[in-house]
């Protein structure tokens, strides 16, 4: 079965600091995975994807993500948090067939001065 | 070039009552997926579909839940009778021919039952 776990429901860091958010999944397929931010009452922006290509993949806003087969991970990393990275983010698996896609259950990243 | 396009934004329902929600996909894109985001958790497959066929609704309740995307107009979603627990945001995304898995969403709707 396909599956995505995100690590930490709620992750808190200081403005400057390190953003690590993580992210596990399950494929008997190679996967497409993606990352996704949703702001407080709005829907979903798409942040970055894996398709295959490089394992190190950069998004918007200064995130990007390493593809590990060996570890089946996909964590979400920023060298330094702003304010305006708070904000809900999920791991989104790509399940083939009809291109239907599997949500972690999502990390609320918080950012404090 | 507008985004997926979702109204209403926000809609109060009672217990009994009937519930519709539509969305109007990208231009050019024929493909629509309905999810839902109950509080505190990930969003959820429930329905794909194309111009006038469902493809794979495996992630519809039962009962009460319908889907449409006619040939002409946007896509609804309709819930029937809708009771408390299907206060929830619902969420659609739209995807050209061929892409897969790139889906881009809509801004939601958030259907609250009293």
């Known amino acids: 079965a396909q599956s995505v776990t995100q690590l930490g429901s709620h992750v808190s860091v200081s403005e400057g600091a390190l953003v690590l958010l993580r992210c596990n999944y399950s494929s008997s397929v190679p996967p497409y995975l993606f990352w996704y931010v949703q702001y407080p009452n709005q829907g979903l922006q798409l942040l970055l994807k894996?398709?295959?290509?490089?394992?190190l993949v950069k998004g918007i806003n200064g995130f990007e993500a390493e593809f590990k087969k060996s570890e089946t991970s996909f964590h979400l990393t920023k060298p330094s948090a702003h304010m305006s990275d708070a904000a809900e983010y999920f791991c989104?698996?790509?399940?083939?067939?009809?291109?239907?896609?599997?949500f972690g259950a999502g990390t609320r990243l918080a950012v404090h001065p | 070039n507008a985004g997926v396009m979702q109204n209403p934004r926000h809609l109060v329902r009672r217990r009994g009552q009937e519930a519709r929600l539509r969305c109007s996909p990208m231009k050019g894109h024929s493909h629509v997926y309905w999810y839902r985001q109950l509080p505190e958790e990930g969003l959820k497959f429930m329905v794909y579909l194309q111009k006038e066929n469902i493809i794979d609704e495996s992630g519809m309740p039962k009962e009460r839940f319908s889907a449409e995307f006619p040939k002409e107009g946007p896509s609804i979603l309709r819930i029937q009778q809708v009771v408390r627990g299907d206060s929830a945001a619902y969420f659609c995304a739209s995807s050209p021919k061929g892409l897969a898995g790139e889906q881009y969403f809509g801004p939601g709707t958030r259907l609250t039952v009293t």
């Open positions: 894996y398709t295959s290509a490089a394992t």
């Open positions: 989104v698996l790509f399940s083939g067939g009809y291109n239907k896609l599997i």
